[in-house]
């Protein structure tokens, strides 16, 4: 086991790459979670969104068609699960577990209607990297950062613009008021139902982006439950960074690194023993519980989130 193992340009490189789509859903997290919505089904709209955007980038060829299909049907996803939670003020928990199993189910079944057993096509037009030259030219930083995928930019800008609406501008204080006090908040004229519609839907296209990463910056291709319970592990990034952006950032980066440690210390050894590679591949599941656990209790989530809303005319 070496220093480069662990910190090395290419661990540091790898951990911004894994921890763009757990960010992605963090993010879809803190904006449905702010307003008051719980959304389990953060994994399920990763999952369509990655499927779709495969798809659509198998039609029509274009990278963008691509991405704007997949964060449509994230959204169309996450617009049912507002339907249940707001409207019918159905278990949130409930609702968004069975469109975690809708979309696992659906995606496989469509997989096999569309590619049968040959799997996606090779040539699928997929997200480019962008190359910062000045960057580029520096040590080790260069190595890190110079070269990394459009999308985990995008997840970063996401990260300044999300943190600045929420706390910073007029909309980001009423939707915040909405998930802490929705009552009040429309005692002042804020709609209450309309604030969580939109916040559960854009929660589902950010979830959806992180999907669409993983098929088309990725993996070039899609494969049944890609995702591998990345939109869970955004839930945990989510309240480990307190229902913020910049701590969602903070814990993905944490798990992010923890599955580049678990790729970059295969085959290695601590004196005569090889540590098994099955034990690395638990590492960022071990980081998810740990944080939970640790933090679930000392984190404050927003006063009414979770609990479904009657406007005043329906009490």
């Known amino acids: 086991m070496t220093i480069d193992q662990l910190i090395g340009a290419g661990v540091l490189a790898a951990t911004l790459r894994l921890a763009t789509p757990i960010l992605l859903a963090a993010l879809g997290g803190v904006v449905s979670e702010r307003a008051g919505v719980v959304n389990i089904a953060l994994e399920g709209c990763m999952l369509v969104g990655a499927f779709f955007g495969v798809v659509a ?3 029509s060829h274009s990278v963008v068609v691509a ?20 409207h019918l003020r159905s278990d949130q928990i409930v609702s968004g577990m069975a469109l975690n199993i809708l979309a696992l189910g659906l995606t496989s079944y469509l997989d096999y209607q569309f ?43 996401l990260v300044v ?63 049944d439950g890609m995702t591998g319970g990345r939109g869970f592990i955004g839930l945990a990034a989510m309240i480990f960074g307190r229902w913020t952006p910049v701590g969602a950032l903070v814990a993905s980066l944490i798990f992010g690194y923890g599955t580049a440690l678990s790729f970059s210390l295969q085959g290695a050894s601590i004196g ?34 979770g609990i479904p809303y009657e406007t005043e005319g329906h009490a």
């Open 67 to 86: 991405l704007v299909a997949a964060m449509a049907v994230g959204a169309g996803l996450a617009a049912i699960h507002a339907v249940a939670a707001i």
């Open 115 to 157: 590619y049968g057993t040959t799997g996606t096509p090779s040539d699928l037009a997929g997200v480019p990297d962008i190359e910062i030259a000045p960057l580029a030219a520096v040590p080790f930083v260069g190595d890190v950062i110079a070269h990394q995928n459009a999308i985990v930019w995008a997840g970063l800008a």
């Open 272 to 305: 005569d023993v090889r540590v098994p590679v099955q034990l690395l591949s638990t590492l960022p599941y071990v980081l998810t519980i740990l944080a939970v656990a640790g933090f679930v209790g000392r984190s404050r989530p927003p006063a009414a989130d």
């Open 161 to 223: 613009l999300i943190q600045v609406f929420l706390f910073r501008t007029v909309p980001g204080l009423r939707l915040r008021a909405v998930g802490e006090h929705p009552r009040a908040a429309e005692t002042v004229g804020i709609a209450v139902r309309q604030t969580r519609y939109w916040a559960v839907i854009a929660s589902g296209m950010l979830a959806a982006l992180g999907g669409a990463y993983l098929s088309l910056s990725v993996a070039h291709s899609f494969t």
């Open 57 to 59: 980038a198998d039609q």
